[in-house]
């Protein structure tokens, strides 16, 4: 089988490090393209030494971004950009015929008075959006498969998305007062110079920030009406932790007949282990946990595995879920492969460990 | 002014070692006595290397515990031993008219089926609960004045009902569907010697323990149930992360009588404002964060200091509060220094910054 | 081409983890029997949960050790046992023709009498020791393909043999007066719960330790004085340091005929660059900095790779040589799985990413 | 007593907050003047949050430095100015009569061209260079009395020259050869947002740097030199390792006159002790370790306290001393004020905890 030419545009930051390093190892890809304004002209072992030993790393020079160029050398393109940047690669790239996954925000809201809402600048291409594929393969694998421009979800939302819409979905938990607190590794802040993500800064150092607004709820809010088929709007918190990758998010959400009973609690109970095990039984990249374990983010950092537990709290009614991930694998560039395979047939865990 | 004299009893542990850090350093307190069976013959000095350049480390010497030694030596007792071994040193020191302040759960409870319910055994002295004052001074300063047995409250008791207690006794939130998470530095699971606490399984780990049902939250709903006037249960996550100290709680909970208009914003936004003023405005280890900073565990490690921060989240209508403190300080063992200085007439912040 | 089967005896250590990470992986290996005392009768997916997405890890279970089972089961089998214990398995190993890997010091050392100085008790199989071959591959490519016991060195070793042996073997430095300083990260430890490697007392702290006779010195010195046709006393001081994996090693030694002059500098700068291209140049797994970079143990971390780095000072005249690795790959799993490779005739880098 | 009035110019880093929480605390101080170009018009406590439970801090706002100002309003000024700036306030202030305590390296070196090969630029105030004494109180205690203008050591320096010095005024070891290691935590990088100190860069990672020619150098060598009587040069490599605060210092050196025998080892090892005893046995703030404990960063961070211990080798005979220090405090802040202390004529532990 011939290879897919694969091209990946502003591969600086963490999450364009990890997806070159899945692409370099990808056995169905061909990494032909990488840019980067600040690294053009340096190879990809002089940019990231770790890659050395990989003698295409060597040989791969960043360029200057040029979508003809793009176009021309690559059937998938990865943008790994800023929001508001992404849709002006994204418009000539999709013109071409190619396809484009995109890792930011800009394309991942049906609705641009959202973007506008929560992004503060109007949207660069609203017109493309009636295209864009949500790329949380999990949920929407078919559109993935037939998309040409895929909006690979960030990882707050991932994280939140995978417990939550089965049970929304399975009418299993009141869509409203759902409370969200998140734990993230200081990579999900970018490779950003600023002072408050300096080692000092951070090592030793719990806080809590975005609150009460963080941009992601716009496309974890949409997601989540979609499943729960109204508005839902939940309480979230995000938290910088001393880890360098990995999220942990912790849900709390009421059951929606609540347990009543001894009888209640056992029913509930099955009917949760029979929605996950109907949703997630045969994923490869979801973990459902027994009810003796519970996720840790240091078993899957380096993986594109997300792992889910959960409790019912028989003292409040309540639920507790609990997901762990690789912000920035499953919940960034393992997941834009995870897509890519899809769209390019290729078997979904291929180059993904 | 004359120095009191006090002792530790089981100073081998975190909480421990910074008892003794403060009352090596206190003004007003002469330390004559430190027992631990496992370092019995040793200096201070010996045992924690780091107190090893102040004189007296180097000639205090840990001995076997000795009830009777101890009441001839020191008026003020501190305990930091396990639950359940507390309550033995208690009732003879308080029979030979000593003061004692307690660092375990054993007397923080007022019901010892509670007690039973969550530490798993009958309580050992339920006759001295009723003399017992539950030792946070922000909330019974008066009655700890008073006391011969102060029961010092845990770090995640103090991290959760500094903020909330306030709030619950104006009547500003509702007492139900309250929910908490708390993130904790590794100190806080003592100095134990086991894997799930080494270094190469903590560092780079983030994950949620205990859940359901933490016993913390025994005496956390027994304090907010006082002051809220009626039963109230919290649904509780407590989580490891790699911090060697600092609790970090982020609360969720409803103001009670919604947010509404924004008049009503304006007005709840005033309401919650005052309420921690008149609560905390003189306190001199509460800081009540501007809404422009939120709590950070580092600005508060090494000190006596709780830090709270909150915002009003108009559009989900929740009151979000968030605490940090230093798990061995406010939360364990400065706590019960500023108890101590309660209880002996000192200026409540001798000896602790 | 048939894959070969293979076994690890004491798999629930660091390295033992590792080891089965990358025998799972392996495209040439099938791993047919994983052994554990403490595991026996779980998965390995439940030991270590984070294989646990990949099928094998569900399926494979740990037993007990069994030399027979084991014989009959795989052709190759890894030793992953504390010094001592190794033995007793490869001797009847060995008599039933298999490849036995060995990742302890059981056979490392060529004189049992230095075994019984370094190592505390005889040592158990003296007769095996002819056999042995060291497993550096760089070092002793030809001997491991036709080796049956094959002795991986350690951490600390390999990141000192690395960038000496060529050095000493070229005679570009003296061999007497060496110096050298190690960092290692706590994994190398062990997963031992022991109260000086848990997170509180390694987060924050720096220390060295076994100073001044550390055990692997005896199999460092073997294999310098090998090299130089001398023998060599090295000064070696290894430090604990608060990161997970990783070695960083820092040699200073003495060129032989000193700098000199402007124009010896320029010769021993030129001799050094071709004495380490001609012995690395094509190898895989070592990788020769240029002059304006230094070793990194995050950029080998989780790869088979060893960087080395070097700058000749004229202001002292001494050669500092510096080296990363990650203890548990290159310095202990990765290059046992290397030499299994050269062993069973498979391309070197198979499955070492 | 009075207070002595104190100010400090460029109190906006590490070393400058660790030095205002010192002054601040101090019972002999009164801080009367923060400058700070950044952080202009706004309070202590606003820019270290830290601090905020102190009225003081609430109450005291950074200004622009003014030297007319400071000189009218403190007796004591200390510099926290990057090198080649201090010297422009150091000049007025003394003119005005002033004591200057300077934490830059603009007083270090006594000849004005050692300073221009290590700093590149001519000396700013060649003149002072005469009145400057070199503030370690060790080593230098009754001219620092005396002095109006004390240059403050580094951090790498105050680590080497207090285990170093003794050894070579008494003689006792080759003063050539000396083979020096230092890790350093990150906070030694100061406050700067640069992407090498980013927590993700950090974490995880081991690095030496400044190799061959560390600017620290050249006061290391300085003081060295009059200590052996002398030209010493040392082999100096320092690292990063991922710790807030701290500095360990591994030290080599040859015994000058050998081991020799069992005899030889005797007499030698009790010179050392007597040596050792004779310089720091009443020093509050140096702790020589028996011959059980080696030197821990996390046994002095937080206190002005240097611990060292040694060994000698008998396999090569070889001296290893190992220094640990807190690199904000005995490296930097704590070790000015202990000169302050002695040039105010206050007991020199004052306000040192």
Same mark, same amino acid.
């Given at each position: 089988?011939?290879?897919?030419?694969?091209?990946?545009?502003?591969?600086?930051? /963490?999450?364009?490090?990890?997806? $070159?390093?899945?692409?370099?190892?990808?056995?169905?890809?061909? =990494?032909?393209?990488?840019?980067?304004?600040? /690294?053009?002209?340096?190879?990809?072992?002089?940019?990231?030494?770790?890659?050395?030993?990989?003698?295409?790393?060597?040989?791969? $020079?960043?360029?200057?971004?040029?979508?003809?160029?793009?176009?021309?050398?690559?059937?998938?393109?990865?943008?790994? =950009?800023?929001?508001?940047?992404?849709?002006?690669?994204?418009?000539?790239?999709?013109?071409?015929?190619?396809?484009?996954?995109?890792?930011?925000?800009?394309?991942?809201?049906?609705?641009?008075?959202?973007?506008?809402?929560?992004?503060?600048?109007?949207?660069?291409?609203?017109?493309?959006?009636?295209?864009?594929?949500?790329?949380?393969?999990?949920?929407?694998?078919?559109?993935?498969?037939?998309?040409?421009?895929?909006?690979?979800?960030?990882?707050?939302?991932?994280?939140?998305? =995978?417990?939550? $819409?089965?049970?929304?979905?399975?009418?299993?938990?009141?869509?409203?007062?759902?409370?969200?607190?998140?734990?993230?590794?200081?990579?999900?802040?970018?490779?950003?110079?600023?002072?408050? /993500?300096?080692? +000092?800064?951070?090592?030793?150092?719990?806080?809590?920030?975005?609150?009460?607004?963080?941009?992601?709820?716009?496309?974890?809010?949409?997601?989540?009406? =979609?499943?729960?088929?109204?508005?839902?709007?939940?309480?979230?918190?995000?938290?910088? $932790?001393?880890?360098?990758?990995?999220?942990?998010?912790?849900?709390?959400?009421?059951?929606? #007949?609540?347990?009543?009973?001894?009888?209640?609690?056992?029913?509930?109970?099955?009917?949760?282990?029979? +929605?996950?095990?109907?949703? /997630?039984?045969?994923?490869?990249?979801?973990?459902? %946990?027994?009810?003796?374990? %519970?996720?840790?983010?240091? #078993?899957?950092?380096?993986? #594109?595995? +997300?792992?889910?537990?959960?409790?019912?709290?028989?003292?409040?009614?309540?639920?507790?879920?609990?997901?762990?991930?690789?912000?920035?694998?499953?919940?960034?560039?393992?997941?834009?492969?995870?897509?890519? #395979?899809?769209? +390019?047939?290729?078997?979904?865990?291929?180059?993904?460990?």
């Amino acid at each position: 089988m011939n290879k897919v030419r694969v091209a990946i545009v502003g591969a600086s930051g /963490y999450s364009g490090e990890e997806l $070159v390093r899945l692409l370099l190892d990808h056995p169905q890809a061909d =990494l032909t393209t990488v840019t980067s304004r600040q /690294y053009a002209g340096r190879t990809v072992a002089q940019v990231f030494p770790r890659f050395a030993h990989r003698p295409r790393a060597r040989a791969l $020079v960043f360029r200057e971004p040029d979508v003809a160029q793009m176009a021309a050398e690559a059937e998938v393109i990865f943008l790994a =950009l800023p929001h508001g940047v992404a849709a002006e690669f994204a418009r000539p790239l999709l013109a071409a015929n190619r396809v484009v996954i995109d890792l930011s925000a800009d394309f991942r809201l049906r609705d641009p008075a959202v973007y506008e809402e929560f992004y503060g600048h109007t949207h660069p291409a609203p017109e493309l959006l009636g295209q864009a594929v949500y790329g949380l393969p999990e949920l929407h694998r078919e559109a993935i498969r037939r998309a040409r421009l895929i909006a690979s979800p960030g990882c707050y939302p991932t994280s939140i998305l =995978l417990p939550l $819409v089965p049970l929304l979905r399975a009418g299993l938990i009141e869509p409203d007062g759902i409370v969200v607190n998140s734990l993230s590794g200081v990579s999900g802040a970018g490779r950003k110079a600023e002072s408050e /993500y300096l080692f +000092c800064e951070c090592a030793e150092s719990l806080r809590a920030y975005g609150v009460p607004k963080h941009r992601h709820l716009s496309e974890i809010e949409q997601e989540l009406s =979609l499943a729960a088929g109204q508005r839902v709007r939940i309480q979230f918190t995000p938290h910088l $932790v001393p880890v360098r990758r990995g999220i942990l998010t912790t849900i709390v959400a009421r059951p929606r #007949n609540g347990l009543g009973t001894a009888a209640g609690l056992f029913v509930l109970t099955g009917r949760i282990q029979q +929605c996950y095990q109907a949703w /997630y039984g045969s994923e490869p990249f979801v973990r459902v %946990l027994d009810d003796k374990t %519970l996720p840790d983010t240091k #078993n899957v950092v380096g993986t #594109n595995v +997300c792992e889910i537990g959960w409790r019912l709290d028989t003292r409040t009614g309540h639920l507790v879920v609990i997901s762990a991930e690789d912000n920035l694998l499953k919940g960034a560039s393992g997941q834009a492969v995870q897509s890519m #395979n899809l769209v +390019c047939g290729f078997p979904e865990t291929t180059g993904l460990g």
